[in-house]
């Protein structure tokens, strides 16, 4: 069982877990199999790293976006990454 408070749920969440807790939630994909072999290979896809860039960046800016990958326990370049696909994928937006 999910500790609700661990995880700060809002009611929303607090009913899904609960049907989901009680067995109510059932899948509706038509092949199962499939459908997780199409995941697999999407989410493999996209976390396949087959390109190389150079970028310059100011030794400021470097050193806070190294500050903030510090921070989250993660290398900076997989920040900058992160940061890139959430731009590339319409999740995060300039502020040019």
Partial sequence: M???RTYNLNDEEKQIL???EKGELRS????????????????????KKNRTINIKLSE???MKIKSKA???G???QTLIVAILHQY????LTAAL
């Fill in 28 to 47: 509706n994909l038509k092949d199962p199999e499939k459908d997780l072999a199409e995941v697999i290979k999407a989410a493999e896809n996209t976390l």
């Fill in 70 to 72: 510090l921070e989250n």
């Fill in 2 to 4: 999910i500790n609700e």
């Fill in 88 to 91: 590339a994928n319409d999740r």
């Fill in 18 to 20: 609960e049907a989901f």
């Fill in 60 to 62: 400021v800016d470097l």
């Fill in 74 to 76: 993660i290398p900076y």
